[in-house]
Nanobody
């Protein structure tokens, strides 16, 4: 089975960069047509898709977060990472990595997927932005 695990600091100061890594086992991040996403849930709010990296390395970002978000990968380690710069307390959330298994390549934008399209999830990691 595929397993995903988030890792990174649980506390980040305002204006700094939030960095998380998702380690994938049981499946390759380069296999088509898998898309590897970062999703977060602030306290008391719903899930928010942040961005994704595709099996071929293409990246996609939420328009509201694009200017502060970068997703990358290390195929040799079967990992993908999230960097969110200039964070504020509004970025406090549980952060998840998740896989979407689709049937085609998406150019330019990522579809608005229902939750059931994400077949594997990490357990989530709490990140608090506070001074």
């Amino acid at each position: 089975q595929v397993q995903l695990q988030e890792s990174g600091p649980g506390l980040v100061k305002p204006s700094q960069t939030l960095s998380l890594t998702c380690t994938v086992s049981g499946g390759s991040i380069t296999t088509s047509y898998y898309y590897w996403s970062w999703i977060r849930q602030p306290p008391g709010k719903g899930l928010e898709w942040m961005g994704a990296i595709a099996y071929d390395g293409s990246t996609y970002y939420s328009p509201s977060l694009k200017s502060h978000t970068s997703i990358s990968r290390d195929t040799s380690k079967n990992q993908f990472s999230l960097q969110l710069s200039s964070v504020t307390p509004e970025d406090t959330a549980v952060y998840y990595c998740a896989r979407a298994s689709l049937d085609t390549y998406y150019s330019g934008s990522f579809p608005n997927l229902p939750l059931h399209e994400y077949d594997y999830w990490g357990q989530g990691t709490q990140v608090t932005v506070s001074s």
